[in-house]
C-alpha cells in the first residue's frame, strides 16, 4: 500500500518535473509565441499547484493514502 508520503514525493517529483519542461521548452524556443504563453502559465500553475499538493502530503507520513 502507498504511504501519504509516498504519494507527496512522487507529486512533488511530477511537479518539478513539469515545470522543468516548460521553462526547458520555452528555452528551446518551440511554438510561435515569443515568450512563455498563455499554455505555458496555465502549465506553470498546474505544476506548482501539484508541487505544493506534494509538498503538503510528505509531512503526514506513513498513513495510507
Given at each position: 500500500m502507498?504511504?501519504?508520503k509516498q504519494l507527496g514525493i512522487a507529486l512533488?517529483?511530477?511537479g518539478?518535473?513539469?515545470l522543468v519542461a516548460v521553462l526547458a521548452i520555452d528555452w528551446i524556443g518551440a511554438g510561435a509565441f515569443n515568450g512563455i504563453g498563455p499554455a505555458q502559465k496555465a502549465a506553470l500553475g498546474a505544476g506548482g499547484a501539484i508541487t505544493l499538493l506534494g509538498l503538503s502530503l510528505i509531512p503526514l507520513g506513513?498513513?495510507?493514502a
Open positions: 502507498i504511504s501519504k512533488f517529483a511530477f518539478v518535473l513539469v506513513d498513513r495510507p
